[in-house]
């Protein structure tokens, strides 16, 4: 219904503000009675993280950031749902407007700034669904005003580790002033082992997931890899937005915002720093690819890249929620056309090549 009802709803969501539209969809979704994906073919199931997702593609931090309605997004296909980000204190973030399409180039700026209800609301609902089928993670940061961004991590992952399958560490948001310092090797090495112990103490089995920027130094890349294998991270997510603006970029005036960029334009550069993460970690470790999925073309590009999870946002912005039975129709045709029976068989296949594009 949903699926069928876009094509007609997507004119009048695109005339308003798109922050305003994001929140009539999350209204949207809460009112929508709960339903139940349709079972996946079996060649899409992936074993990581201690866990078996029923299917590869999963829904980006940043949709659904107050854990309103991750039933309802998994109901709609999803392998997996990341909800968040999420900061001790609530925030307001920055002001509006703050998130602008880009449609000429299926994109999205945004410079939210982690706008948050906060730690206590986000954990409740969280706790809420306990029981429920489906895997949930959630993505968590530091307040902007926060004297110790450290515990502001810790403090998010002892409260939150009980109630998700995963919690990704998120020090790569262009949103935040100074939060990108967090990759820093010294500093990401102490943060996380705050996190890790953190949800040692809680006695949870959630796994750590670090989210790095898609524009940092090969130099760069190589320590924080090197830090996450030591510090016992259970997956990089690459990646986040980025600060960069290719000279491809046709909506001119739009693309002068400040702000992280999404959607179509981030492809290459992220799916580069995927396979040149995949070449540094290799089988260690698996990897989510983010940033500019939005086919089943480009789902199995990341894959081949050296992801064994995908997630997107921004090309729901302009595809709608059908999209993501394509992509899964799609990478199932491929597995089989290319002779394998799962995903796993084709993770990094191509990382040497997509390394150096």
Known sequence: MIDAAFPL????????????AHDLTIRALAALPAASPAPDDPCLAVDVLGRRFPNPVGLA?????????????????????EVGGVVPRPQPGNPKPRVFRLPADRA???RFGL??????VVAARLKARAGRAGLVGVNIGANKDSTDRLADYAACTAALVPHVA???VNVSSPNTPGLRDLQGEAFLDELLARVVAARD??????????????DMALDA?????????????????VSNTTVDRPASLREGALARETGGLSGRPLFVPATRML?????????????????????AETAWTKIRAGASLVQLYSSLVYEGPGLVGRIKRGLAERVRAEGGTSIAAFVGRDARALADA
Request: aromatic share 6%; charged share 20%.
């Open 275 to 295: 396979a040149q993460a995949w070449q540094r970690v290799g089988h260690a470790i698996p990897l989510v690819g983010v940033g500019g999925v939005d086919s």
């Open 115 to 120: 706008n948050s209800e906060g730690l206590d």
């Open 9 to 20: 709803v997507r004119p009048l969501l695109h005339r308003l503000d798109a922050e305003r």
């Open 166 to 168: 995963f919690v990704t």
């Open 221 to 237: 890349l190589d320590a924080v890899c090197a830090t996450a294998l030591r510090r016992g991270v259970q997956a990089l997510v």
């Open 201 to 214: 103490a809680a006695g949870a089995g959630a796994a750590i997931l670090l989210k790095i920027a898609p």
């Open 61 to 81: 931090a940043g949709f659904d950031k107050g854990a309103r309605v991750p039933d309802a997004l998994l109901g709609l296909g999803f392998g997996f749902v």
């Open 108 to 110: 999205v700026i945004n």
